[in-house]
């Protein structure tokens, strides 16, 4: 399994609270035997989306062509990933405009076939996530003081919709730990590296993503499913789903 890590914090001239916690993750799931690698968004010339709707009609992107795009390049390495960690601040309660500028360029390199009539649920995953299908997706958000757990809620279900099978949040607040000049110069601060609660958390986003189950895998039918609930039920004795919850 490789694992692609990806920070997405605007700080790229200074030490970064999210990458820590990034590079954290990636070491425990090196020590379960996956392949890893750290970029920070930050490194790299996106090109924010003009809404010109041309991936909606299955076409690439314009911005592409675009010289001082590098969109091309994180593409590349997100066909070679069979797993994302995600780990940003928190701005404003919520996750940088970098992250949010960075899913919004999740379109098409290439021509794909327009097969749907009304633009639905069923294509977001072609249209805007074909990266990501089918593969498993950790996240890290941080706070200096609160609203990581906002900042993590609202891109959850963008990779839900994208097919991707989120396998483990960690959502902290590391005030007296932040990175920033304001948090170091001040009395309060402490060394990230003795932030024991956040590393452990960390760590188990980079350990799950590794062991944890694809829901979203284009095997699973949910007429299957039901068989397998039913069949389970009986196992247990009961007649009926309603006779236990336990399911």
């Not at 690439?60 to 601040?89: N, T």
């Amino acid at each position: 399994m490789k694992i692609l890590g990806i920070c997405a914090t605007h700080a790229s001239k200074r030490p970064s609270t999210s990458m820590f916690l990034l590079e954290e993750a990636l070491k425990a799931a090196k020590t379960k035997g996956a392949e890893t690698e750290a970029i920070r968004l930050s490194d790299y010339t996106i090109v924010p989306c003009t809404g010109c709707s041309t991936c909606m009609m299955f076409k690439p992107c314009p911005l592409l062509k675009d010289k001082h795009d590098q969109m091309k390049e994180l593409y590349g390495k997100m066909k070679a990933a069979d797993a994302f960690i995600f780990s940003y601040p928190t701005y404003a309660l919520l996750p940088p405009s970098i992250l949010i500028n960075f899913i919004d360029r999740l379109s098409p390199e290439e021509d794909m076939s327009s097969q749907y009539k009304i633009y639905n649920m069923d294509q977001i995953p072609w249209v805007k996530g074909k990266f990501f299908v089918h593969k498993k997706v950790g996240i890290i958000s941080c706070a200096a003081g609160t609203g990581m757990e906002n900042a993590a809620a609202v891109i959850v279900p963008q990779f839900r919709a994208m097919r991707a099978s989120v396998v483990a949040v960690a959502s902290m607040a590391m005030m007296e730990y932040d990175q920033g000049p304001h948090i170091v110069n001040s009395p309060i601060h402490k060394d990230i590296k003795n932030a024991d609660f956040a590393i452990k958390m960390a760590q188990g986003v980079g350990e799950r993503v590794v062991s944890g189950s694809v829901v979203f895998d284009e095997t699973y039918k949910y007429e299957q499913n039901v068989e397998a609930i039913i069949e389970l039920a009986k196992s247990r004795g009961m007649t009926s789903l309603s006779q236990g919850s336990s399911i």
